[in-house]
């Protein structure tokens, strides 16, 4: 054999014994190699339904179906939204809520109207069922906001859902609202702030259930 060939078949060999090194110390240490589904999984939280109501608020016996909110993209996501400019929406790493958010408001709305025991028969919009009022609801504001506030400040929280009865089979808008609240969180920990969501997100459950029965129930009877 030639020197050339020597030297090639000696670099050949080099390289393969530095690439089994170089594997053994990725199976040894785990530090170069980031397997699917790895990693610290991400914190989840829920949020709770309203069970306190009026207790002169009427009780009706039509029948309410509750569509899925619409949202923007941003908000159409499990993850938790927040604003730090008016021009750009961002998340919190490794925290989500248990449901993407216009399906956890749907899924809260509708055992808000149930726990106030108002309503006989309350259910989700769905091809098929019989109702005499859609709830449509938008959920157009759902982020912690930083915006103007010191680093470490705890954040201020935004939900704003507008929301509209429509009367069936006719599908008139017989009443619409809008409910905004902006609560301040106790602290800049994310335990803090999921309250806060709780609160502001809560306020508007119980408007918006005392809302629709007393309009459903004005329109009902005309």
Request: glycine fraction near 6%.
């Amino acid at each position: 054999m030639s020197k050339s060939g020597i030297r090639q078949t000696g670099r050949r060999r080099f390289a393969r014994t530095a690439a089994l090194l170089c594997a053994a110390a990725v199976l040894l240490t785990g530090c170069a190699l980031k397997l699917p589904g790895s990693g610290t999984p991400p914190r989840i939280f829920v949020l709770s339904p309203k069970s306190t109501f009026d207790e002169d608020l009427p009780v009706v016996n039509w029948q309410l179906l509750i569509d899925s909110p619409i949202a923007a993209a941003g908000l159409n996501s499990s993850r938790i939204a927040l604003r730090q400019s008016q021009i750009e929406l961002q998340y919190f790493a490794n925290a989500a809520w248990t449901d993407a958010a216009p399906k956890m408001v749907q899924r809260l709305l509708i055992e808000s109207f149930e726990n106030s025991q108002k309503i006989v028969s309350v259910g989700r919009q769905a091809v098929g069922l019989r109702a005499d009022f859609i709830l449509a609801t938008e959920l157009r504001e759902f982020q912690a906001e930083y915006e103007g506030k010191a680093e470490g400040t705890p954040p201020d929280v935004r939900t704003r859902i507008n929301a509209k009865l429509v009367q069936m089979p006719s599908r008139t808008i017989v009443a619409s609202v809008t409910y905004d609240y902006l609560i301040p969180a106790e602290g800049p920990e994310l335990v803090s702030i999921v309250k806060a969501f709780d609160l502001a997100l809560g306020k508007s459950l119980k408007r918006i259930v005392s809302w629709a029965i007393t309009e459903g129930e004005k329109h009902h009877q005309n």
